[in-house]
Each structure stands twice: as C-alpha cells, then as structure tokens.
C-alpha cells in the first residue's frame, strides 16, 4: 500500500533545526515557505509556489519516489551522466523545480545585463585605453597582476567588438532573502546542457505542473547562441561557417559541447581538425578544406595556440591567433577574459558598474575583503576561523578554505600563504544558501541552493536565458553543492508568458547535417591518431576551465565559487 501522508511533513522542523555555520547566526532563507513555524498543515506557501505545494499534497511517497527514479533512468538512457569516484552515476536532477516569479525574474535578468555590459565594457578598456586604471577606478597592479590578463589579447576582438559572447553569472540568496552575485564567469562558462537536459525530462515527469503554470521556455538557446556567433563573423562574411572546439571526448563538459554543436546545427571540432594557411582558418573535411569563421572554443587560453601559450598543446591549433588578430577569424568567448573572471577584480565591480555605466548595481556583491590591503588583511587573520578564504584565480572550490571546519594547523598554514601573497586571495563571510524544497528518500526536505543564469551577446544586446541552472546541495546542512560530493541540480522554472522568438533568429537546426542556409555540409575529416596519445588524453583530462559542469563546482560562502566550471 502506498503510504498516505503529507509529503512536506517534517520539512519546518528541517528548517528550524538546520546547522548553522560557525559564524552565521541567522538561519537560510526558504524560497518555498513564508512561516517555517508552522505545522505542515499549515504550511503557507509563496504565491509562486502554491500550484507546486497543491500538486505535491496530491501525491504519496511512492508517486514521487517513482517520478525520481523515472528522472535516473532517463538521464542514464540519455548518457546524462558524471564521473563519480570512478563509477558512471545518472546525473542527479532533483524532481522538485526552483520556481522565480516573473516580477522577481524581471530584476534578475535586469542585473544579469547589467554585469554583461559592465564585463564588456572592462575588458575592452583594459585591453584598450586602459581609462579606468588612469582615473583611479581600479589599481593597474590589480589588472597586470592577474593570472588572466594576457597581453597577447590585445587587438585580438570579433569585428562587432564583442568579447563576452556567453556569459554565466553566479548567484547565491542570503539569509534575508536577497540575491547577490557570488561570482562571474565570462571564459568559457558551462552548465547550459543541464538547464536544456533538464527542462526535457521535467516537463514528462511533472505535465500536470507544467499545465497549470505559465513556464517560460528555455528551448530559444541555441538559436540565440549562434545567432550572436554568427553576428560576430569577420567583416564581410555573409554566411560565416561557425564551429565549436572542443578539448575532446575526455573533457568533463564534452556532453555540453556535442549538444550544443547538434542543436546549432554546426560542426563539433577538436584542434587536429583545424590549421592555419595564409593568415585564416581551415577545417579538415572528407570534400577538402573548408575556411573557417567563428570558433566556439570550449579549450582554455593557455591550451589554444602553442605559438603563443603553451608549446606542448594538442588541443588548439598553431597561428590561430595570429588568424584572429588579423580580423579572419573569431574567438568566443575572446581570448584573455579571465581578467574580469579574477575574484579580486570581482570587488572591483560595483565601482567598475558605476564608472562604465553610471549606475548602482542592480544585484550586489557579496562582502569580500581585498587582502592585498594591510587593514583587510590584518581583520582577516584575527577572523579566519568565522571566514571562507578562496585563492583569486580557484576553480571549482579548488584551493578554498573554510576557516570553521579547517584545523589549527591548516589555519597557521593559510595565514603563512596570505602573509606571503596577499595578492592571491580574498576572504567572504559563510553566507546561509537559501533552501529549497528537494526530494530526499522519498520525503521533501529544504537544501541550500545557488543559481547559474546564462547570458548571450550579440552586439545588439543582452539576453538572459530564463531561468538557468539552479545547483542544490543534497546532503543535509551542507553549503557545498559539488556533484562529486554530493550536490545535484534542479529545473529553474520562470513564470510568466514571455516573449516569442525573435523574427530574425536562425531557424532552429532540427535537421542536422546542413548548414543554417540549408545548402548540404561536407562530412568532418577526422585525424584520429594523435601523434601524442598520452599527452593528448593528459591535457583533454587537464582541460577544467574550459568545462568542467557548472554542477560539480564547489559553493560553499559566498560559496567558494568555481569560475567557468
């Protein structure tokens, strides 16, 4: 017999017995509940999330614990799935979606394209005239000293003077219910796949829900995608011919780069494909060479031309941006765009907002402290026990300390690190994730969340895909929402009716194998013999940056944050 009961029984004593951090002293924010006081018959849902509460009182344990097992089995069908300590598991999608009313979303996605244009704006200053530095806004020393400025970006930008074609802005929501920018991510961000993936197999798992509410689609992505990479072609190419570089099929985020290059309709290519003649790109195919035009490249700056970076790479190709610097081919997102990735540039950003485009940020940062300044370093080392400390150049939680659960001797030998590169770090307060409701051995308990929106430039504007990839923490009272240890993610469901696409989109590829003309594609010439198969399977292991799944990064402050992961 199915056991009858109320599916949110249990979830109020969840919220008012949840650890606290060490030095929180306010308990997380519930996205779903107003009054987590009350009893579970008395629970009084947000407006936005009283169609969901409805739908799931209807339900026994054993109608949602088969809803949850249909999600695995389909992700396993699918191949959506990550590595975890050594065994292939299903991609932890939860059953229950983060619902964002369409009045909350509105200021969401104003702040969103608000950081994309200030991004813009600074990394074309700092690879330009550099006018920020000269009017004091942000130190030279910050900018220089960054592992991601490179200097060999400069004069390297698309003919539209684009350089963040996709953006993945961080967002976490404090104990009082305010969204604050954790982090951004203007190299190459990942995790989009999830937000596609997981809205597919939502809307079969819960039809009744999606019947009842006006969720807006995410399915306009890829159309607008290549629509911003084919308006950043080089100057005169009408009909450019658009791929994706990938670092190859060992790379964490290869799913992301197969689903993407499908559902544009464009080539999926890894370095060996592509050289350099005469100053322009080619791609090896079975009907001879064929120019190249726009690169989505998902391989990091150091890996993409062993003229210029890494000499041992395999994973780029030789002159590719000698190619670029010429105006014959584009990078996106554009070499270099680690500068603005720097946590230390981060707490720059609300005066870097104001200067470029005379306004308060719309969605703040999180508190940091800049310890390369005597006064913040000095709190900071009284404090470390009650902060997170994360290096500036971290991805994916690597590196990162937390001061309460680390011990004495772990604590003497971050203050030694932060005494001799103060450079290197900024300190953030343990912040309480907001929670959310979240399927848990058949019941449903609240679990600290974070959410990744996506966002596409084309020249003419910004546009934010609604919604994004909300990361949740499925191991009770942890911060920590890495798939590795634990942490999985959830369909994020924008109400509203929204807008119809766009008349000058591409048409939506759904017959693969042509080009967005519709004139037929040479089949890809692959060279699947490496000269150096273990340094190629190294660096394409090696290769996070560029992909590891935004799921499986590190959130454990201001979350720790994980850069383009």
Known sequence: MPRMANLFDGYTHDLLNAPLGAASHSRAYDEMFLDPGASAGALQARPS??????????MTFDDLQGRADAIGASYLAQGVTFDYAGEERAFPLDGVPRIISEEEWAVLEAGVQQRVEALEAFLDDVYGHQNAIRDGVIPARVVVSSPGYLRQAVGVVSD??????????DLIRDESGQ????EDNVRV????SYVISNRDVMTQT???????????????????????????????????????????VFNSAYFEHTLLARLMGVELVEGRDLFC?????????????????????????????????????????????????????????????????????????????????????IIPNVKSWRLEEPDALEEVLDRLPELVVKPVDGSGGKGLVVGAQASQ???????ATLLDNPRGWIAQPIVQLATIPTVIDGGIHPRHSD????????????WVLPGGLTRVALPEGRLVVNSSQGGGSKDTWVLGHGDLPSADLPEHPAVFGRRTNGTPRPQLYMDVNPDDPARFMQQQQHQQQAGGPAPACAHVTANGGDGPC
């Not at 999330?49 to 209807?58: I, S, T």
């Not at 003077?161 to 993945?168: F, S």
């Not at 959410?451 to 910004?462: C, E, H, K, Q, T």
């Open 160 to 169: 539209n003077g684009v350089r963040v074609q996709v953006a993945g802005i």
């Open 206 to 248: 819960l039809p009744e829900l999606f019947a009842a509410l006006r969720v807006r689609s995410v399915d306009e992505y890829p159309s607008r995608l290549l629509a911003a990479l084919r308006a950043a072609a080089p100057a005169g190419v009408e009909d450019p011919t658009v791929v994706v570089l990938t670092p190859g």
């Open 179 to 182: 969204w604050r920018v954790l």
């Open 49 to 58: 999330y009283e169609g969901l509460k409805q739908v799931f009182e209807r």
């Open 409 to 415: 001797a772990e604590l003497d030998k971050l203050r």
């Open 451 to 462: 959410l990744r929106p996506f966002a596409v430039n084309s020249g003419d504007g910004v």
């Open 189 to 192: 961000p990942s995790g989009v």
């Open 277 to 361: 003649s005469n100053g322009y790109v080619w791609m090896r195919t079975t009907a001879g060479p064929q120019r190249v035009d726009v690169i989505y490249r998902r391989v990091d700056d150091e890996f993409l031309d062993p003229l210029q970076f890494r000499a041992d790479s395999v994973l780029g190709a030789p002159s590719l941006l000698t190619a670029a610097r010429a105006g014959h081919v584009t990078l996106a997102n554009g070499v270099g765009n680690g500068v603005a990735d720097d946590k230390l540039v981060y707490t720059y950003m609300p005066d870097l907002i104001k200067y470029y485009l005379g306004a308060e940020q």
